[in-house]
Every structure is written in structure tokens, then in C-alpha cells.
């Protein structure tokens, strides 16, 4: 089965500065893997996502994420992060049943 | 596109009650649709995968006589809380899939329903 690890439960950025989250799957084939936000009280919104070809991946809002097989990583970027940006963030993998394993989130603040 | 809905975005129950909830995909037809619930501070929990026409396959540990879940068309599936009790209070989010030639189907998910049950 697959799974996947958020190392940070919260990450504490200024605003215009670069944000990264870490993200580790395991999964035994070649994963699809997914970025999503979520704003309190509201459902999720993909930010991106990987299924194969090109391992650096663009997404909306200014995001990327990088593929590294050898890792096992999925991590998310943001050259320069905006106060609206403060959220929930998690990512998830998923498998050929096309169900969707997620991280336990990584909550974002923003601070002016 | 791919847009999925949820009714109601939030219900408060008496303990007891059974209480429905619609999950719909509004300008797709969705194969499969998906329920999670997610506790305050917490991850997404799938909990059953709901196929149009079938019975819904269900996670370890859910209980399918306690959420029932019916997909009778491609664009509606619904979860019923039957017998709600506190514990049953708890963000629940479904997610469908839309099926497109060639690709790999990505689900689409929905903006949550808060249930709480006093």
C-alpha cells in the first residue's frame, strides 16, 4: 500500500519570502503524486500534479514541485510567498485503483 | 470544468438521527466518486469508494450499515449517517472521477460538508 510522510506539521514564512514542503511517498510502482490546498472550513483545490515525463512540474498560483525517484520526493516550491498563500497543504499519492493516500498536511502561516 | 458539488455545506443533528448527504458532479459524468472525512487539524480519511450501479467498496474499519452510500447515477452519490452520534461529528469531503480517454483519471473533490451532532 502506499503512504506518505509530511515531515513539517507547520511552516512559519514572511511574506515575499521562498517556501518549501517536503513530501516522502512510498509506493512499490511509479507513483501519481498531487499537491492540494485547503482554506479552513473548505474542501481541497489541486495545486499540481505528476504522473510522468518532465520530474519538475508547474502548478497555479506561482507553485512547483520536483519528482525525485531516487528520493522518493515530492517537494513543493514557491519563489516568493503571498500573504494569501497561508493555508493547509498536503500531498498525496496515488495508485493504479485510483484511490489517493494523503500526508498528514503542512499548515502554512504567512507572516506580514 | 469538473465541478462537484456537496449539500448541505453543514448540518447539526440530534444524536440519533440519520442525516444525508449529496455529493454531485455538475457538468461531468463521474465513474467513480469518493468519500473522505477529516477531523479538525487532521488528514483526509477515505473512507469508501462509491461506483455507479454497485454497491460501494468500503476502507477497514468504516461501518458500511453505519454510512451507507449510494451512487444511483453517474452524477450523484449520497452518504447517510445513520444513527449519528457525537463522534460521527467531522468535516466529510467526497471526490469524483471523471473519465477521459488516454489519461488518467483525476478526481475532483468537493467542497466538504461540517456535520455536527449534539
Known amino acids: 500500500a502506499q503512504s506518505v510522510t509530511q515531515p513539517d506539521i507547520h511552516i512559519t514564512v514572511s511574506e515575499g519570502a521562498s517556501l518549501e514542503l517536503r513530501c516522502n511517498y512510498s509506493?512499490?510502482?511509479?507513483?501519481?503524486l498531487f499537491w492540494y490546498v485547503q482554506s479552513p472550513g473548505q474542501g481541497l483545490q489541486l495545486l499540481l500534479k505528476?504522473?510522468?515525463?518532465?520530474?519538475l512540474v508547474q502548478g497555479i498560483k506561482g507553485f512547483e514541485a520536483e519528482f525525485k525517484r531516487s528520493q522518493s520526493s515530492f517537494n513543493l516550491r514557491k519563489p516568493s510567498v503571498h500573504w494569501s498563500d497561508a493555508a493547509e497543504y498536503f500531498c498525496?499519492?496515488?495508485?493504479?485503483?485510483?484511490?489517493?493516500?494523503f500526508g498528514a498536511g503542512t499548515t502554512v502561516t504567512v507572516r506580514a | 470544468g469538473a465541478v462537484v458539488s456537496q449539500h448541505p455545506s453543514w448540518v447539526i443533528c440530534k444524536s440519533g438521527t440519520s442525516v444525508k448527504i449529496e455529493c454531485r458532479s455538475l457538468d461531468f459524468q463521474a465513474t467513480t466518486m469518493f468519500w473522505y472525512r477529516q477531523f479538525p487539524k487532521q488528514s483526509l480519511m477515505l473512507m469508501a469508494t462509491?461506483?455507479?450501479?454497485?454497491?460501494?467498496?468500503?476502507e477497514q474499519g468504516v461501518e458500511k450499515d453505519k454510512f451507507l452510500i449510494n451512487h444511483a447515477s453517474l452524477t450523484l452519490s449520497t452518504l447517510t449517517v445513520t444513527s449519528a452520534h457525537p463522534e460521527d461529528s467531522s468535516f466529510y469531503i467526497c471526490s469524483a472521477t471523471r473519465r477521459v480517454a488516454g489519461m488518467r483519471n483525476e478526481q475532483f473533490f468537493g467542497p466538504g460538508t461540517r456535520l455536527t451532532v449534539l
Open positions: 505528476y504522473f510522468s515525463g518532465d520530474t
Open positions: 498525496a499519492v496515488g495508485a493504479g485503483d485510483y484511490k489517493l493516500s
Open positions: 462509491s461506483n455507479e450501479g454497485s454497491k460501494a467498496t468500503y
Open positions: 509506493y512499490g510502482a511509479t507513483p501519481y
